[in-house]
């Protein structure tokens, strides 16, 4: 749930940007994308430990 919340919130202008370079699929998500969700999967992993404990 987090991580489609996560992926409404990145900005359309470095995706666009990325496709216009030529990026797409898989390119597209490691460069750009994952980067982009890197601050929420931390907030994840962190309160998944949290919740664990």
């Not at 749930?1 to 797409?24: N, T, Y």
């Not at 597209?28 to 404990?53: D, E, K, Q, Y």
């Amino acid at each position: 749930m987090l991580f489609a919340v996560g992926l409404q919130s990145i900005p359309k202008e470095p995706i666009e940007a990325a496709r216009l370079d030529g990026a797409s699929g898989w390119r597209l998500f490691r460069h750009v994308i994952w980067p982009l969700m890197a601050p929420l999967t931390a907030v994840v992993v962190g309160l998944a430990r949290w919740w664990r404990a």
